[in-house]
């Protein structure tokens, strides 16, 4: 058994970021996302195909310089295809067997292994991941019947249109055959087109875990870290005379931390951060040597490697600032802002 993992997306609402790094790629308490998928996959799982596009030679470099425990396989789309179109062209690839389908972007606890014993035990072309949610409006929506059998399949639904708030989380294990209801040579969404097409074949429902996100939001992204920090909060609880940790917090130890600062909650400091004295980095995600002024404040935001905030600046909510880039001491960020690294005078 293999597992295609979807890694070809441009990542544009973790711009500017995504400018330099792939976002499956980007971390998640300090472990890029990607690894994180790999490293979950299970025993059965004996290798990984990558669909890679948009700068698939940093993932190539990535994995080149960090070997995986399983075979990985990059496979280019030479141009977005599409989930389903992507599957498509991992045919040969994935042949012959069943397989997974992960998305690069999810963070959830699901057992991958259990998912796999229940697809068995079930039968069928397939069994998709469904996951409860409030609005489902952006997402597949799934309907099932007692035995777990998806009946009815609608992506994106209107408000009207919502029959369940069951959705499709982005994990599938589906059979060979269903190579065979995708047509080729143009981009095409399995949720859309094939889904609905197969429901006769036998598609299933697995609801399994205790949490699931995108994490290709920015406030989605910090809220991914929360959710694995709160898995595990005795790990998460690092003490730093003279400052104040509220956990849960990932501080590395060569993290520089001035007194009267404050981290935390759900904060995620990268290698080599130094943080000034009185500054306060609350619910945010500080990637590696990010320098913070004294005084400065960050709130709910993701700061990039190798950036720096002045002295008594403010970066707000959802604010995403690039590899390198600066906020100005004194300076107010936007919500939702977007810094980007400016050339060097």
Known sequence: MKAAILAGGFGTRMRPLTYTTPKPLLPILNVPMLARIIERLPRDVEGAVLAVNYLADKIAEYLEENPTRIPVELVEEREPLGTGGAVKNLEKALS?????VLNGDVVASVDLGSMVEFHRRRGGIGTLHLWTVEDPTAYGIAKMDGNDRIVEFKEKPRPEEAFSNLINAGTYLLAPEIFDAIPAGRKVSIEQEVFPKILDRGLFGYQAGEFWIDAGKPLDYIEAHRLLMNEDRKRYRPKRDGV???PPALIPKGAAIGRGARVGPNTSLGEGVVIGEEAQVINSVLLDRVRVGAR????Y???????FIGDGARVSRGTVVADGAEVPAGKRTGNFESVEAQPRK
């Open 244 to 246: 104040v940790v509220e």
């Open 296 to 299: 400065a404040r960050i709130e």
């Open 301 to 307: 935001a993701v700061v990039g490697n190798r950036a």
């Open 96 to 100: 012959g067997d069943h397989f997974f």
